[in-house]
């Protein structure tokens, strides 16, 4: 069984460019969720897709933002990027939404804004 | 809002030996998951052990181990014969559905050989 699929692995982005990160979940599971990982910050949630409906949302500027498609794979979009938002962008997936065993994380998309 | 805090910024160990890595959280929530996961240089997060808050019995998966003390909101992880792949960081989580998984800021584990 195929695990989470993050793509790409690494990026650069210059600042002012806008980014889509793409997550494929473990077949089956149709919850996806993204977290934002920095040295500083930790991690952070970014948010919650449960069939094509966002259902929650982390304190982000509106820059970020995700969809979800019809076969939960999710993809998330920033745009105009700062050099803040360099970071491990991680992708994770479960049945449900408040499913009681965890996520399954995905090995993250590292984006560098030069 | 909830909180995590994970005390130990890094932690060391000989190989074999027993390590106990601490997190407490705050919320005034009673029904909640508990749950620590394993982030080793690949950078997948790992799910080690999960803990229902309503069940009183302490989770354990062979040699992972937790202590929760729900009345003090404390669930330490304990590590039994520390092998060298074990090293990695380890973050401490909570969710009380339906909002997001808390996390801790980490723990970096270094195995001795």
């Known amino acids: 069984k195929a695990g989470v699929t993050q793509t790409p692995r690494y990026l650069i982005k210059t600042r002012g460019q806008q980014v889509t990160l793409s997550c494929s979940p473990i077949s089956g599971h149709r919850s996806v969720s993204w977290y934002q990982q920095t040295p500083g910050q930790g991690l952070q949630f970014l948010f919650e897709y449960f069939s094509e409906t966002q259902r929650n949302k982390g304190n982000f500027p509106g820059r970020f933002s995700g969809r979800q498609f019809s076969n939960s794979r999710s993809e998330m979009n920033v745009s105009t990027l700062e050099l803040g938002d360099s970071a491990l962008y991680l992708c994770?997936?479960?049945?449900?939404?408040?499913?009681?065993?965890?996520?399954?994380f995905g090995s993250g998309t590292r984006l560098t804004v030069v | 809002a909830q909180t995590v805090t994970q005390s130990q910024p890094e932690m060391s160990v000989q190989e074999a030996e027993t390590v106990t890595l601490s997190c407490t959280y705050d919320?005034?929530?009673?029904?909640?998951?508990l749950f620590w996961y394993k982030q080793p240089p690949s950078r997948q997060m790992i799910l080690v052990i999960r803990q229902e808050a309503y069940k009183q019995q302490n989770a354990t998966e062979n040699r992972f181990s937790v202590n929760f003390q729900k009345a003090a909101k404390s669930f330490s992880l304990k590590i039994s014969d520390s092998q060298l792949g074990d090293a990695a960081m380890y973050f401490c989580a909570y969710r009380s559905p339906p909002q997001k998984l808390v996390f801790g800021q980490g723990t970096r584990l270094t195995i001795n050989p």
């Open positions: 994770a997936s479960s049945q449900q939404p408040d499913s009681p065993y965890g996520y399954t």
């Open positions: 919320t005034s929530e009673s029904d909640y998951y």
